[in-house]
């Protein structure tokens, strides 16, 4: 079974500082995963996806994250954060194989200070 | 380009009334349509999924029901509404692809009093 463990459920960052949002997943297969960011009362909007190419996956708003599996890791960091950063983020694992199945995590609420 | 519309954005209800959301995508065939509940503070659950026309999984058992008569066009329903069935719904949809994403609307507030 898979799961995802976002590691803080709050980060607060100042304006123009770097941002890492932290997460460790468990598969047992190869997964797909992914980022989201939801503003308030809005949908999920996809920031990047790793689907078993590169490591280093760069997504929209200058965000990227890294696959490292031998630590079971894909936090998402980004090198200056900006005042529209400020959402929740979730980290999401697919299974390989499953078209359907997501597992999200319980998401990172990111205030940026100014 | 693929959009996806879900409405009403909010909603209030009283306990024991019917339940109909709407949520339609276009720009894309045959999308595989999903139905979620985020509860406050909490990640989000997947309540039914679908493949095609008329074809539907649940995922959890509920007082929810799901139907999908057209193509692009996806319902969630109930006949009585429960203060449980509070929440914000989701709606999204994915291609076939399983490297895809799914790609989400912008929600339905639901308030049951």
């Known amino acids: 079974a898979q799961s995802v463990t976002q590691l803080d459920s709050h980060v607060s960052v100042s304006e123009g500082t770097p941002v890492l949002l932290r997460c460790n997943y468990s598969?047992?297969?190869?997964?797909?995963l992914f980022w989201y960011v939801q503003h308030p009362n809005k949908g999920l909007q996809l920031l990047l996806k790793?689907?078993?190419?590169?490591?280093l996956v760069k997504g929209i708003n200058g965000f990227e994250a890294e696959f490292k599996k031998s630590e079971t890791s894909f936090h998402l960091t980004k090198p200056s954060a900006h005042m529209s950063d400020a959402a929740e983020y979730f980290c999401?694992?697919?299974?390989?194989?499953?078209?359907?199945?997501?597992?999200f995590g319980s998401g990172t609420q990111l205030t940026v200070l100014p | 380009s693929q959009t996806i519309h879900q409405w009403p954005a909010t909603l209030v209800q009283p306990v024991g009334s019917p339940l109909s959301l709407e949520c339609t995508v276009e720009?894309?065939?045959?999308?595989?349509l999903y139905w979620y509940r985020q509860a406050a503070g909490r990640g989000l659950q997947l309540l039914f999924y679908?493949?095609?026309?008329?074809?539907i999984s649940s995922e959890v058992p509920q007082n929810l029901s799901a139907s999908r008569p057209q193509d692009r066009q996806f319902i969630l329903s109930s006949k009585k509404l429960l203060l449980s069935d509070s929440g914000f719904y989701l709606c999204?949809?994915?291609?076939?692809?399983?490297?895809?994403?799914?790609?989400f609307g912008d929600g339905t507030r639901l308030s049951i009093l």
């Open positions: 598969s047992s297969y190869s997964p797909s």
């Open positions: 999204a949809w994915s291609t076939g692809g399983l490297d895809q994403p799914q790609h």
């Open positions: 720009g894309t065939s045959n999308p595989n």
């Open positions: 999401v694992v697919r299974p390989s194989g499953s078209a359907r199945q997501l597992t």
């Open positions: 679908s493949v095609g026309i008329g074809q």
């Open positions: 790793y689907t078993s190419a590169a490591t």
